[in-house]
């Protein structure tokens, strides 16, 4: 039987995208699971030929009342025929092959105690498998369960596309030598691992933050499967620690603004330009009461100090009230932490709020930033701010354009142009 469609046909592109990026981990995740680590590119070949087909399916026919379970049967049919083409994979499909006629849905299997009760998340820790280096971990997870492009993964890490295809590679390959089971890993090794998850859920929570795409400055679909994925995380026995709630904490506190930092056109406005009314009240509360969590024991990381500066913005009457010593203190905090000259750089910014431009300038007077933060816009719009508001027009003007033109997207060019247009 056919599966129902909605009765207008026509399904714009962008549909099709929104479902099918919200499927794709989990359906790599399921059918992984059935047929095996081995066979990975497969399945993100079969979920990648899932979407080509449903361009053209949705567009003739409608959309399918249930979008994530069509993808699924036209995946999993997929894989099946690849692995059919080839000789000496009868065990597998005598394992997978009897879904595609039942209809499956994209379940899990019943979960017993101690086994993560979500799919998506489940994978994610045996992508952090810990022969895996920890950088192509990352890329592997981006890519593969969160569908992330190299563009993107390239532009988040601060890297180049030949080296995202690179970690990339190599992580597939030591998946393939290792053969690792893609069970719920025992309680010893997840915990082990929950660092490299902790990263891959930040990472796409600040895509969805601020995108590196062109057509979208805001992604609230990534910030939510961030937040979700971080929840059930915390509700598991290895994943209820005081790093995991400062995670969710520094989440929730962050996603409270994300109605406010769009204006009626949808173009980004500052931090000093938001109409604090809009905050979320509920995802405050929220962020507060796991950053109260997050206080038990005596951790401390990089997730506790941004929770805690994420709540000094939403604390804040207003952007002139704003307790901007107590930031600069907690950047210099998570330097200590995580040594990085982006964290010296927002170290400045709070420092030119509470004292003036010229003590900023003195704290990044010396600091040679690495080749990848030496081009890019942050750093030259900050210097940028900086030297207008200290009366440095010259060097305000020449950061200024280098800024601009290395913008990302026309989003965040716009807002560069907006801010610096009173200071240089």
């Excluded at 000094?312 to 952007?319: D, I, K, R, V, Y």
């Excluded at 030119?352 to 003590?359: C, I, R, V």
């Excluded at 900023?360 to 030259?380: K, M, Q, T």
Aim: charged residues 25%.
């Amino acid at each position: 039987m056919k599966p129902a469609r909605t009765p207008s046909p026509g399904t714009p592109p962008a549909l099709v995208e929104h479902s099918f990026r919200h499927a794709y981990g989990k359906l790599v995740a399921v059918l992984v699971r059935k047929v095996g680590v081995q066979h990975l590119e497969r399945v993100e070949d079969a979920v990648q030929g899932a979407l080509l087909t449903a361009l053209t399916a949705w567009d003739a026919h409608g959309t399918p009342t249930e979008p994530e379970a069509w993808l699924y049967r036209v995946a999993h049919n997929n894989v099946i025929s690849a692995l059919r083409r080839e000789a000496g994979r009868a065990r597998i499909l005598e394992r997978a092959g009897q879904d595609a006629d039942q209809g499956a849905e994209v379940n899990a299997p019943p979960h017993f105690d101690g086994e993560v009760p979500d799919e998506l998340l489940r994978m994610l820790f045996v992508c952090c498998h810990e022969s895996i280096p920890p950088d192509s971990r990352l890329v592997m997870a981006l890519k593969t369960l969160c569908g992330f492009g190299t563009g993107e993964i390239a532009d988040r890490l601060f890297i180049s596309e030949a080296h995202v295809f690179k970690r990339l590679a190599r992580a597939r390959e030591r998946l393939r030598e290792l053969l690792v089971d893609t069970e719920t890993p025992s309680l010893d090794a997840m915990r082990a691992r929950l660092p490299g998850v902790h990263a891959v859920i930040y990472t796409l929570f600040n895509e969805g933050y601020l995108s590196a795409r062109h057509e979208q400055a805001i992604r609230r679909e990534l910030c939510d499967e961030a937040i979700r994925l971080a929840t059930v995380l915390a509700n598991h026995p290895a994943g209820a620690t005081p790093e995991t709630f400062a995670l969710l904490a520094l989440m929730h506190l962050h996603a409270a603004r994300l109605d406010a930092r769009r204006d009626i056109t949808g173009g980004l406005l500052l931090l000093e330009e938001q109409d604090r009314t809009r905050w979320d009240q509920t995802r405050i509360r929220a962020g507060m009461t796991w950053l109260a969590r997050a206080a038990s024991g005596e951790t401390f990381t990089r997730y506790h100090a941004e929770a805690g500066i994420a709540a000094e913005h939403c604390l804040a009457p207003s952007f002139a009230e704003t307790r901007w010593s107590e930031i600069a203190d907690l950047y210099a905090m998570l330097e200590s932490i995580d040594p990085s000259p982006l964290h010296t750089l927002n170290r400045a910014v709070a420092i030119a709020e509470a004292t003036g431009p010229e003590a900023a300038l003195a704290l990044l007077h010396g600091v040679i930033p690495p080749s990848w933060l030496e081009g890019h816009y942050l750093w030259a719009a900050v210097l940028a701010d900086l030297h207008g508001r200290a009366g440095h027009r010259a060097q305000a003007v020449r950061y200024a354009e280098t800024a601009v033109s290395a913008a990302p997207t026309d989003r965040v060019r716009e807002v560069l142009r907006r801010r610096l247009a009173g200071r240089v």
